[in-house]
Structure formats: C-alpha cells, structure tokens
C-alpha cells in the first residue's frame, strides 16, 4: 500500500487525507468500464478495493435491434449483454486486484427518461453495500456529460453529507472530463452547493500498461471508446488521474461560495 508523507500544519490544507483513509478504498463506477478509465491507477495501487458498479442490471428487454452503443461493440439481437459485459468486468478487476460488487439498476440507453432511478434510490442501495464493506474513502465519478454519470454523482454526493466519516472524493470521468466547460461546471457547481472539490493527494504508482491490460479486457467497449473518446489516445497520452477531495469549507470559509 502506498503512502503519503504529511508536512506540518493541517494537512488537509494542503491536499493530504486523514491517516487511515485509504486503508479500504471503494469505488463506484457508473458502467462496467468506468472504474478502469478513470481509476485503473487508484486501484492498482490499493490491492482488494471494492468497485461498485451502479448501471450494472438487466434491462425488462434489449432493443432489438440492438442499440448503436452497443452495436459497435459487436452485440447482435439475441446476445445477453449484461451478462457478457459482466464477465469483461470480472476480468478486468482481476488484472487491477480489485472485488466487484454489481448493482442492478439499468443502463440509461434501454430506459425511457421517466424510468430512470433517482439519486436517492441508487444512495439507499449504496448506503447498505458501504455498511457491509466499512469502507475508509469512497470515490465517485465526477459525473459529468452522461445521465448515468450524473446520477451516479449524485447519489455519492447525498451520502456525502449523510456519512462525513468517511473520506469522499470524486475521480474525473474518462473522456468527458475533456469535453469544454463539463469538468469546470461540476467544480462550480459542488463549490455553490458547498461540497468543495480540492485537489487530493492520492499516492498511486503509476502503471499504465496494467491500465492499458484492464481497459481492454472490455472487448465489447472498445469499438465505441475509441469512436467517440478516442481511447487510445488516450491511453498512448497517458492522461493523468486526478482525485478530487469532496467535504464542506474550513470553518469561516463559506463566503467564498457567495463570490
């Protein structure tokens, strides 16, 4: 386990977390790949974190034909995609020596709009898998650019403030972090709602070939990764990992937020 060296004054002034706070790290991923985008480094770094997948159930009925997501990744009518999608992530997480904890509400794309869960209810089913796993941090998605994301977001957000023993921090969404004006309007948004995101210090080592093995043990979702999000260009870049702090302001600081 790596970790991190505390200079003198309040450590938390200057990025560090409390003692201990990475001693169970759990991550809550949107989809079955996002962990692996977003936090491959985190999880490598801590062996046996927990990834708890929100949007990992099946849906009453695929479409059919299949949707165009799901079509890039080689799905044909027929294919269980849930069931092959979670098989991906069980190989995944082995690369990353990470456990999977599956979730059962649906993927946004086989929904409508008004059969899609609500924060609350995706808080109340993660509340019960944080009190069987104990864990020290929790990390959620920043949850940007995708409804999934979104509510995967806010679902930690409210339990945020519901559990403050526990360390939360936020992990950029891989790919939409890059989109203009996404990344800085959730960090305006948690500074007015005083949640302030800070920049954490996370010790990791860097791995990103095991990063590289882990992403890409989702067959299925490379095809589309690479459409949309240029993956592997992402990859080849390299592209850093921030983890962002989630707790209200130092005592006298909330005027801030009215600036």
């Not at 060296?5 to 201990?20: E, Q, R, Y």
């Not at 099946?58 to 997501?69: I, L």
């Not at 921090?169 to 790919?175: F, I, M, P, S």
């Not at 939409?176 to 920049?199: D, E, N, Q, S, V």
Request: charged content about 25%; some cysteine.
């Amino acid at each position: 386990m790596v970790q991190a060296a505390n200079g003198g004054g309040d450590p938390s002034m200057w990025g560090s977390l409390p003692d201990g706070a990475l001693e169970r790290v759990m991550v809550v991923s949107p989809h079955f790949d996002d962990a692996a985008l977003g936090a491959s480094h985190l999880l490598a770094s801590y062996p046996g974190s927990t990834v708890v997948t929100v949007c990992a159930g099946w849906p009453a009925a695929y479409p059919d034909p299949p949707s165009e997501w799901d079509a890039l990744g080689g799905f044909q009518s027929g294919d269980d995609v849930v069931a092959i999608r979670r098989e991906e992530d069980r190989a995944a997480m082995k690369v990353l020596d990470a456990d999977p904890v599956w979730l059962d509400f649906v993927d946004h794309q086989y929904l409508e709009k008004r059969e899609r869960a609500r924060p609350d209810q995706i808080a109340d089913v993660l509340a019960t898998v944080i009190d069987a796993r104990r864990p020290t941090a929790v990390f959620v998605p920043m949850g940007i650019a995708n409804p999934d994301h979104e509510l995967t977001h806010d679902a930690g957000a409210l339990l945020a403030v519901q559990r403050p023993d526990i360390a939360w921090l936020a992990y950029e969404d891989h790919g939409y972090k890059h989109i203009p004006g996404m990344l800085a309007w959730r960090i305006a948004k948690l500074f007015r709602a005083g949640l302030w995101p800070t920049p954490a210090i996370v010790p990791v080592v860097e791995d990103h070939a095991r990063k590289r093995e882990a992403v890409y043990r989702y067959v299925s979702q490379v095809p589309p990764l690479e459409r949309d999000h240029g993956l592997a260009a992402r990859l080849d870049g390299c592209v850093p990992e921030q983890h962002w702090r989630l707790a209200p302001p130092p005592p006298g600081w909330e005027r801030l937020s009215e600036r």
